[in-house]
């Protein structure tokens, strides 16, 4: 296999881990606010107690993968999007910190509320006007310095539904991991998600097709859609599905109704999306700039990754299953910890 392919696929499975994993982390301090019940929050915190500094090692890796297997993609996106980037990583490093100080505080409990809350909203919403700018594309040359062209009304769209999917996949996990009130809650939540995702996918997709020539050709010509035609089918699908597993709620029934059911569906949606971005943009890292070939490494030093990188992904991926696996369950099977 060509090395610099196969470093393309890993960025793409590091990113998917991460969009999968930190999404319902950054979900839950998204929907914070809609559950201020007594107990509720520390519910909610506890639900990711276990995983939530875990699940962020993915967004670690594939910034290594990005910037050791193609430095000239890396250096292009950190100098054009230096100040999203840097306005998330701060919201990730506040919203950590206030995990923390939230359980050993008393008085000033609201406050670091407040601050989870904004860091995760905040780290969403650049993540998903990174996703736009990126998929709309920036004038050759152009710097965050300089220039705001990341800053447009397409990529504050998808901001926004990089925030509502985040927080489908909490609502979906919190089904899947809560009892009594907060699960029917996190259902009727999902469902308000689900129909505002489903959305949110088919204005981007539209507003991507019509803005972008090179995309709509590889969609509609000659008889390629019909063989990119089941994206679209099965997110119709998976949705409809994901509702019927929200809607299909019995306390005294819960191993018929398969709780994780949702969650899967969900994730489900952001692969499939996923799956349509890579269709439309492959093979650039910046589009119709530059191509993961032309940004690649010299073979030399991706030959030199490459042990590393058969260690790691391996062993990152058996301790997350492991992780998830120590505290399957409901929330309330386990105390301990924070």
Not at 9 to 21: D, N, R, T
Not at 62 to 74: E, K, Q
Not at 182 to 210: C, D, E, N, P, Y
Request: aromatic share 18%.
């Amino acid at each position: 296999m060509d090395l610099a392919f196969f470093y393309f696929l890993v960025l793409g499975f590091a990113i998917f881990m991460y969009v999968l994993l930190d999404g319902f982390d950054l979900g839950i301090g998204i929907l914070f606010p809609w559950f201020d019940q007594a107990g509720e929050k520390d519910h909610l915190m506890r639900s990711i107690s276990h995983v939530w500094d875990g699940n962020e090692t993915w967004l670690v890796f594939g910034g290594v993968i990005l910037f050791a297997a193609f430095p000239a993609a890396y250096a292009g996106i950190t100098s054009t999007f230096y100040l999203p980037i840097m306005l998330m990583l701060f919201a990730l490093i506040f919203r950590g910190v206030a995990f923390e100080y939230r359980f050993k505080s008393d008085t000033s409990r609201p406050y670091w509320d407040f601050a989870f809350s904004a860091g995760s909203a905040i780290a969403a919403f650049c993540q998903g006007m990174l996703l736009g700018a990126v998929v709309q594309g920036v004038p050759e040359g152009s710097n965050s310095l300089s220039s705001l062209h990341w800053l447009t009304p397409f990529s504050v769209v998808t901001g926004f539904a990089v925030m509502a999917g985040y927080a489908l996949l909490a609502a979906c996990y919190l089904f899947m991991k809560s009892r009594g009130r907060v699960q029917k809650h996190a259902a009727k939540l999902g469902k308000h998600l689900l129909i505002i995702t489903l959305f949110a996918m088919v204005v981007v997709s539209l507003w991507t097709v019509i803005g972008q020539a090179e995309i709509r050709e590889r969609w509609f010509t000659d008889y390629n859609f019909l063989l990119l035609s089941p994206l679209p089918i099965l997110t119709i699908i998976v949705g409809v599905l994901a509702w019927k597993g929200l809607d299909a709620h019995d306390e005294n029934d819960q191993t018929k109704n398969h709780e994780s059911r949702p969650f899967w569906y969900s994730a489900a949606l952001f692969l499939l999306g996923f799956a349509g971005l890579i269709i439309g943009l492959f093979p650039y890292l910046i589009p119709r700039q530059l191509t993961f070939w032309q940004a690649a490494s010299p073979d030399s030093s991706l030959l030199f990754l490459l042990p590393g990188v058969c260690i790691f992904v391996p062993l990152i991926c058996a301790y997350t299953i492991w992780g998830y696996r120590v505290f399957a369950g409901k929330v309330e099977d386990y105390q301990e910890g924070y």
